[in-house]
């Protein structure tokens, strides 16, 4: 009985912590979604959060291997028992012309609040064993997948668990968010005069629009859970002038990697197949690494649960509450390297990621009370994890299966691009700073 009484003593600890702070993370929030900045190029961003967690004492690594990128950490006293290793991963890129339509500002915030939480915890208790706290920032989860580039780099290596809480328009403590193929596709003709003579013309604007036709005609195949959307980004410039270059760009969407590559290889015979329909050359390339499913972690799931349950949050069920097809995410990436736990939580507005309104609702000072309760449940977590080793082991068997029960296609490398199998003419990674 003490022992329950002593943890939850400290979980209102953790609280009580979160609370003090409050002010400093809803400036930290706000400013962060006042200066929306795009994948790798999340400057302020970057440099609000590492001067938050340099004036807090912890030990800070800016532009850690990405411009963009950081490391904060602290280690509480050394005890006999081996080190124990969390994360809480901060994004805070946004979306162009819409700013923070994805609430990675409050990403960002929930990742600081429960990482400052479980220390303050863990500075007014001695754990049984040593912990070291790690708060990652990692940049560009819309476009090119900064948590990938991480893992390239290691930062991943030594973590026990890690943890982030994504807003959305209900709390679930976890959503099937699928892998991700993304693709660029670019069609090279042969101009002439549309009029005078025509027939002397390649028109890509015709590769373009069968590419898009093939695969309308595709989904009536295609499996209810995989997804693939597109635009014509260039359809040409003059209505005299055949087209002799258009660009489109397409994602790729499916439950597992196995099912990603399969839809791949169909989507790319819609893209190869225009190209010969219409004499044109065709180039696909990509600059985003392919994310992968998050794999689901079903005792760390269910101490959040209970956490949550705790502070008041009424969980959605998958089939009856938000949207049972979640998007992507490269913290599905990360679940590969080391458990991980990704929630979703209700910041007080029924509308919708990736929309105006959205980004109005991450602003606001009412999403302020669900970021921090998410931030304590996910605070609270951890210090289950770390004040019950059995949890800890049962976390590992969970992550085991998982991984187990998903066979990546032999010969992929990991976290590398998919396209190196299917024809894709060339991949490439902006910004970093290897
Ligand atoms: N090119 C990757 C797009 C990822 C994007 N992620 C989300 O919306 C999740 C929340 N940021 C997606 O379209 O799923």
Request: net charge negative; aromatic share 8%.
């Given at each position: 009985m003490a022992e329950m009484a002593l943890l939850k003593q400290r979980k209102q600890r953790v609280c009580d912590m979160i609370d003090q702070e409050s002010e400093k993370l809803y400036v930290l929030s706000q400013d962060i979604w006042k200066t929306p900045e795009l994948a790798y190029k999340e400057h302020t961003a970057h440099q609000l959060l590492t001067s938050f967690f340099s004036s807090r004492a912890w030990e800070v690594q800016a532009h850690y291997h990405l411009d963009t990128a950081f490391r904060a950490q602290w280690t509480s006293e050394a005890t006999d028992?081996?080190?124990?290793?969390?994360?809480?991963?901060?994004?805070?890129?946004?979306?162009?012309?819409?700013?923070?339509?994805?609430?990675?500002?409050?990403i960002a915030e929930v990742g600081a609040a429960a990482a400052l939480g479980l220390r303050g915890a863990l500075e007014s208790v001695q754990p049984p064993r040593q912990v070291k706290i790690t708060v990652l920032g990692t940049p560009a989860e819309e476009d090119g997948g900064g948590k990938?580039?991480?893992?390239?780099?290691?930062a991943f290596e030594d973590m026990d668990v890690v943890f982030m809480?994504?807003?959305?328009?209900?709390?679930?403590?976890?959503?099937?968010d699928v892998a991700i193929h993304d693709v660029t596709v670019k069609y090279y003709g042969k101009a002439s005069h549309a009029s005078a003579y025509p027939w002397e013309g390649v028109n890509a604007l015709d590769a373009a629009i069968l590419a898009y036709n093939n695969v309308s005609v595709l989904r009536q195949q295609m499996k209810s859970t995989w997804r693939v959307h597109g635009i014509i980004k260039n359809g040409g410039v003059k209505p005299n002038i055949i087209p002799d270059y258009t660009e489109l760009e397409f994602y790729l969407r499916?439950?597992?990697?196995?099912?990603?590559?399969?839809?791949?290889?169909?989507?790319?015979?819609?893209?190869?197949?225009?190209?010969?329909?219409?004499?044109?050359k065709v180039e696909l390339s990509t600059s985003s690494y392919d994310f992968y499913e998050v794999l689901p972690n079903k005792t760390l799931g269910s101490i959040y649960l209970e956490n949550g349950n705790q502070l008041g949050i009424q969980f959605v069920s998958l089939d009856k509450g938000i949207n049972t097809m979640a998007g992507s995410t490269d913290f599905g990436n990360v679940t590969y390297e080391v458990p991980g736990l990704h929630p979703y939580f209700y910041i007080g507005s029924k509308t919708f990621n990736?929309?105006?309104?959205?980004?109005?609702?991450?602003?606001?000072?009412?999403?302020?009370?669900y970021t921090?309760?998410?931030?304590?449940?996910?605070?609270?977590?951890?210090l289950d994890v770390i004040f019950n080793p059995d949890l800890l082991e049962r976390i590992r068997q969970d992550w085991k299966m998982a991984k187990e029960m998903e066979d990546i296609p032999s010969g992929i490398d990991k976290h590398r691009d998919l396209n190196c199998r299917a024809g894709c003419s060339s991949f490439h990674i902006k910004n970093t700073t290897e």
């Open positions: 028992s081996p080190c124990l290793h969390v994360g809480f991963l901060c994004e805070y890129d946004a979306l162009p012309d819409i700013g923070h339509a994805c609430g990675h500002n409050l990938i580039d991480l893992i390239k780099a290691g809480a994504h807003p959305a328009q209900g709390d679930a403590a976890y959503l099937p499916a439950p597992s990697l196995k099912e990603l590559y399969n839809l791949q290889a169909k989507v790319y015979a819609c893209f190869n197949s225009a190209a010969t329909a219409t004499g044109c990736h929309t105006a309104e959205f980004t109005e609702a991450t602003g606001s000072e009412e999403a302020q009370y921090l309760r998410t931030a304590k449940s996910l605070a609270m977590t951890a």
